[in-house]
Each structure stands twice: as C-alpha cells, then as structure tokens.
C-alpha cells in the first residue's frame, strides 16, 4: 500500500466520524512528534471553504472539571457572539448561551448549550468540532470521566469532540460509546511503504521522489548502514540540483554530511558542509544555515582546526541570536563545550555548559517548556559527568 495514501485514509475517517449519526467523541491515539503535522493538516481542512464543518481547537490544561468545562463554555459564549449577528441577517437565530439555573453544573450547562447551538446550525454549517489537546492533564481519572460525561450526555449529532491522545500510554481506552483512530506506521511499515512507492516512480512527483530518497536514507542512517545512506543521499542532491531546488539541495548535502561524520570521513564531510553552507548563504535558507554552520564546526574540530571550528561555530550562533532562537543558541555552545571536554579543557567546557543553563533558564514562555527541561536536564547530566555539581563553587555563567 502506497504510503501516499495513508493520509488521505486517516482524513476520510475523520470526515466520516464529522458527520456521524451515532457517534459524539473519538479518541485520535497519536504520537507527541506527530500532533503538529495532524494540527495543521486540520487547520488547513478548516481553511477549505468547501468544508462544511467548524474546527476549534482546545489546548486548554485539565486541571479538574468544573474549570474545564466552564473554559469549554466560554469558547461557544464567544462563539455565539461572533456569529449570531450575521446569522441573524439571514433570518437565522442562534440558540443564545443557556440561563444559569439553581443546581446546574458547569458540565451540565456546557453538555445543554451545546447541543442546543449546534441544532439550530443551518444545514450547510455542518458540525462543530472540538479538538481538545490539552496542554497537561493532572488528574487522568476525572479526564475519562469528563469525555465520557460528553459521550453519554451530548443530544445533538452536529457537536463532536476529537481527543487527541497518547498512542503509547492512552488515558481513554475502554470507555463506552467513544470512537478510536490510531494515527500511526511503524518506521519499518514506512520504509516498506517508501521502497515500494519508489519502484514506481511514475507515481510520485519529482519533490516526492526526492523526500522519499532522503527518507529511505534516514533509515539507512538510523540502521548504521552509511554507505548506503550516503548513495541515496547524493543522488537526493543530485536531483534536487537537476530540479533547481536550492532549499532540497542544501538539505541534502547537510544530511549527507552528518552521514560522512558519522562514518567518520571528516575531510569529505567538511567539504560536503561547505557546499550547503554556500548554498545556504547564496539562496537565504535561513533555517537551515545555522545547523550546518554548527556540523561544519563539529568536522574541522575533528580535523584538529579548533580555531576554523570556532569561528563556524560562531556564524551558527549569530544567526540564531538574529532569529531570536535561544534553544537554537544553547545548541551551539553544548557543541563548543563537547568539543572542550574532548581536547581535555575541563573548565572551558564547565563555563560553557553553565552558559547554556542560562540560555534554558531565559526560555520563560510556557510554549517551551519541553524544549527547556530537556535542555536543561541533559545539560546538568553532562556536568554531572564532568564531575560538576550545579550547587557546587559556581563558575560565572559568562559566554564562552
């Protein structure tokens, strides 16, 4: 089965569920790297305007139930505010936000106002789909029972809540009258999916012949398999190169230069990140620049060039200071104190290293929040390593 097709399956599914007769809620099981790509993919959906249906999605954390139903009912109060005036100039009246009455919880006023907006939708409207991916989720237990108080209490089949859930570790299995999608291949079924769609090329499109060699060469890369990786990636670049794909192109050289790294071809691999580095200098690939920049560094220090590998180092870091990427940042000093440990500088590698706390520590929005304690855990383990307590005779936190 091509793996073309598997997208455009998992979409038809939802479609399906959008307007079900009998079914309110679906548990979507779904990868943490994946909910992105599955955020804009429905975004774009909601932006078709043949698509019928209202998408709003609910990032809200669950906390307990009262908060989260009342953050649940202040998206349809503002829902209703928005629309029932240009509703209301085609003679269509929208159920208003449900009276408080003595006794009505705040999961009962939601369940009601609900069902009772949707069902005086036009036709045409179709469905309102919540999406709820909460940010956090501290009591599991009053979760499920929330989703399925909406499952069992929802009257009208024009409102439906898609809940984004872990594949490996999910909350909502086993509850009655919910619905269940994996979104989900293994990486061998991909790889499988890839080779086959690559033995007919016709197929696919030049940029998806492309994207699937740099796939299949990822695969390679993972399985330790480098001589193989590197083939597919240099016809990759060769193609994105017959294409006038600047973008492809400087993708493909960085990948392959990683792959060169690895195999431990430093000359080779110095030369390849040169090329991309060019590329991406002469045609603005901004976002990839820095990255190559920083392997760039990592090849000449393997070259014994500390001085050439600094210097890369430090256009890889100006540019993420110009992008205002302070993970990004934090990613080029952890590469310079790594390259300090391995030449047997321990303090320069300790100064270093207590920079990059400070660059996690100034990550305040809570959008980062993974970014940071990854970082910073990661980075407090490698101290740990060096022989380095963080409470201990602090080095100034100075850049290095």
Sequence with gaps: ???????????????????????????????????????????????????????????????????????????????????????????????PPVAPKAGMKAPEKFVRYASSLTDSLPGEVGSLVFVLNPDEIADPQSFRRSIGYLAENIRSHWVKFLVLDSRTEPVLDGIERIGAQTFHLSPEEIEKRVREDLQSPTALSAAEQRQYKGMLAGFAYSNKEYDRAAQLQRDWASDAERDQQPGDT?????????????????????????????????????????????????????????????????????????????????????????MYVLDGRKSEAERSWRYCLSLYDSMTSSTFKDVRKAGRDDVVAKLKNLGVSIDQGRAEATQP
Excluded: W
């Design 1 to 95: 089965m091509s793996l073309k097709s598997f997208f455009p399956e998992q979409f038809d599914q939802l479609k399906a569920f959008f307007i079900s007769a009998t079914e309110v809620v679906r548990q979507l099981k779904i990868d943490p790297e994946m909910r992105p790509l599955l955020l804009k993919a429905l975004g774009k959906m909601d932006d078709d305007k043949d698509f019928p249906h209202a998408l709003t999605l609910c990032s809200q954390a669950f906390k307990e139930p009262v908060s989260y139903f009342e953050g649940l009912s202040e998206i349809l109060r503002q829902s209703y505010e928005q629309n029932a005036k240009s509703f209301a100039n085609r003679q269509i009246k929208l159920a």
């Design 250 to 338: 400087a993708s493909a050289y960085y990948n392959l230069g990683n792959t060169l790294l690895a195999r431990g071809d430093f000359a080779e691999a110095t030369e390849v990140f040169c090329k991309a580095c060019n590329i991406c200098v002469d045609h603005k690939v901004n976002g990839l620049a820095p990255f190559v920049y920083v392997n760039l560094g990592v090849s000449l220090h393997r070259l014994n060039q500390f001085e050439q590998a600094f210097a890369a180092l430090k256009v890889g870091r100006d540019m993420f200071k110009a992008q205002n990427h302070r993970a990004g940042e934090a990613f080029v000093v952890d590469t310079l104190a790594q």
